[in-house]
């Protein structure tokens, strides 16, 4: 079903390769964070899409490439969406999508304008933790909508939900995942998380897949937080630092060996990190062990090691990272770990009508 009043034409910007509602949930309290004094600031929750909206894509990271950038535009549309390219989808800046002030501005521009109803980032790569102090929070606090990313937009996640209190979503991108076209189990999470306003329930893996498993017992119940290890421990010490008291922390990583995931866990636990968590996420670290030889511990040896002792449930091999299939979380809602019913399940809407 389409909203109406809508005429806008498909690809409101070309491409120019070289070749071709808001809903407020208050609770305030002082935190420290980084040693500063914070207070927390009410949930926003952005207005669900439907068919027919217009979806924003940016480039915040680094640059994509043509084809995927293409295919992924037509999978959108073939899923009733009109599409609004940023400036920075076809630029290159080195290893950047566009200069920094250029990659903010294309962000800021998507929430301000009225024209646009959710935002899907083209890739990850590196780059968005030059943006943090670049973004207008204020502006996007009062024009909340869906944005979607993952891998190192969770430096945007971070900074997005912990200043504004907008609800964010871990999930598939418009180049890296929708280029391919996105696997039922993929858009099912996805278009569940972002189109319908209901609880999306237990987040399971795909049946063709081992299931995750938990690898320290017992019960929690939380909002979601996190995303990429890498850059949620490099957000410490800084003001944009992650907050993870009475919250569910999930995790993902890729091509990171175990010596590397022990060594990042290991600082998170030393700035007490995991300790302040309800319950953590750990996903499928794809790649994590391609160079793995004798008497290298494994990535879930490495978890129970590290997260063993925590006292809290810990769920490892959930499909949300780098994987072709990959469910959508909304970071900001309320969910629950029990490893007793052996469940992870999302209990709050993420979005309104």
């Given at each position: 079903?389409?909203?109406r ?38 949930q ?79 890739r ?62 993929t ?5 569940r ?45 800084t ?7 009475g ?12 010596y590397?995931?022990d060594?990042m ?29 004798p ?59």
């Amino acid at each position: 079903m389409r909203r109406r009043g809508r005429t806008r034409s498909k690809h409101t910007r070309p491409l120019n390769f070289a070749s071709s509602r808001l809903r407020v949930s208050y609770f305030c309290s002082k935190n420290y964070i980084g040693g500063d004094l914070i207070f927390s600031i009410p949930q926003i929750k952005p207005k669900r899409l439907l068919p027919g909206d217009t979806i924003g894509v940016v480039a915040p990271a680094s640059p994509g490439d043509e084809e995927s950038t293409l295919a992924g535009i037509a999978w959108l549309e073939a899923q009733g969406f009109y599409v609004h390219l940023g400036k920075t989808v076809d630029q290159t800046f080195g290893y950047l999508a566009g200069a920094d002030a250029l990659r903010a501005a294309d962000i800021n521009t998507m929430f301000a304008s009225p024209a646009i109803d959710g935002i899907i980032c083209l890739r990850g790569g590196y780059g968005t933790m030059r943006l943090l102090e670049l973004l207008d929070y204020d502006m996007i606090r009062t024009h909340p909508k869906v944005f979607v990313g993952y891998s190192d937009i969770t430096a945007l996640h971070t900074s997005i939900r912990q200043k504004t209190g907008l609800i964010t979503f871990h999930g598939p991108m418009v180049g890296s995942d929708m280029g391919k076209g996105l696997s039922d189990y993929t858009w099912d999470y996805l278009s569940r998380a972002i189109t319908v306003s209901a609880p999306l329930g237990s987040i399971l893996n795909p049946a063709d897949s081992l299931p995750p498993s938990f690898i320290a017992q017992g019960e929690a119940q939380g909002q979601l937080t996190g995303g990429n290890l890498s850059l949620i421990t490099a957000t410490l010490g800084t003001p944009y630092e992650i907050d993870t008291r009475g919250k569910i922390l999930c995790l993902e990583e890729v091509a990171e060996a175990p010596y590397r995931i022990d060594r990042m866990l290991t600082q998170l636990l030393l700035a007490g990190k995991l300790q302040d968590t309800a319950g953590i996420v750990f996903d499928v670290c794809a790649n994590c062990e391609l160079e793995l030889e004798p008497p290298d511990f494994t990535v879930e040896e490495v978890l129970r090691d590290r997260l063993g002792d925590l006292q809290k449930p810990v769920l490892y091999h959930l499909h949300f990272g780098h994987t072709a299939d990959k469910a959508t979380l909304p970071l900001g809602v309320t969910g629950v770990l029990n490893s007793f019913l052996n469940n992870f399940e999302i209990i709050e809407t993420a979005t309104t009508n």
